[in-house]
T-cell receptor
Framework: DSGVTQTPKHLITATGQRVTLRCSPR?????VYWYQQSLDQGLQFLIQ???????AKGNILERFSAQQFPDLHSELNLSSLELGDSALYFC??????????FGQGTRLTVV | GQQVMQIPQYQHVQEGEDFTTYCNSS?????IQWYKQRPGGHPVFLIQ?????EVKKQKRLTFQFGEAKKNSSLHITATQTTDVGTYFC????????????FGTGTKLQVIP
């Protein structure tokens, strides 16, 4: 158990819909990262937050947005969903060394 | 932007054979991390290397950071079926705050 909690584990939704993925980082970790992993692909960095502020941005679509709340949990919002958005979405938090601890992921299926 | 490439992308080995994956960065790194993702699982941290030329071992796994701090390798001796998974390197560029960039990954299959 990495200490990072992601909900839900699975999500099936229709094209055009909007979903929210939730992540609770490890206790004490201030950084939260979001990654997208399509089937058998690598980890595509989406966005990073540090103590409530956006720190770095990757190839995140304009239809996607995220935020980190004062209690440090984070949400990733995906809107106007397309079939190609089907993927595993991982959240990770990092410790003072910069080592990332990943949650179990949310498997999103858009039908 | 920073790119971190890994080769090979896929590797099939017979159980007992050795395996090596290579990680190459387009920029100098302050450190390199290695992660393993089992099938159906999430990436799990294995090790971090910080010094130029550093070599670390974990049982049958040997990790190396290049002298120029732009490349790294992971070598597994006498693979076992439990080694199956995708191995990712992840590097942080030198200079100020830089985000970690994950490599493209090497998927290892071990044939019993």
């Amino acid at each position: 158990d990495s200490g990072v909690t992601q909900t839900p584990k699975h999500l099936i939704t229709a094209t055009g819909q909007r979903v929210t993925l939730r992540c609770s980082p490890r206790s004490g970790d201030l950084s939260v990262y979001w990654y997208q992993q399509s089937l058998d692909q690598g980890l595509q960095f989406l966005i990073q937050y540090y103590n409530g502020e956006e720190r770095a941005k990757g190839n995140i679509l304009e239809r996607f947005s995220a935020q980190q709340f004062p209690d440090l949990h984070s949400e990733l919002n995906l809107s106007s969903l397309e079939l190609g958005d089907s993927a595993l979405y991982f959240c990770a938090s990092s410790d003072a060394r910069g080592v990332a601890f990943f949650g179990q992921g949310t498997r999103l299926t858009v039908v | 932007g920073q790119q971190v490439m890994q080769i090979p992308q896929y590797q099939h080995v017979q159980e007992g054979e050795d395996f090596t994956t290579y990680c190459n960065s387009s920029t100098t790194l302050s450190n390199i991390q290695w992660y393993k993702q089992r099938p159906g699982g999430h990436p799990v941290f294995l090790i971090q290397l910080v010094k130029s030329g550093e070599v670390k071992k974990q049982k049958r796994l040997t990790f190396q950071f290049g002298e120029a701090k732009k490349n790294s390798s992971l070598h597994i001796t006498a693979t076992q079926t439990t080694d199956v998974g995708t191995y990712f390197c992840a590097g942080r560029r030198s200079g100020g705050y830089q985000k970690v960039t994950f490599g493209t990954g090497t998927k290892l299959q071990v044939i019993p």
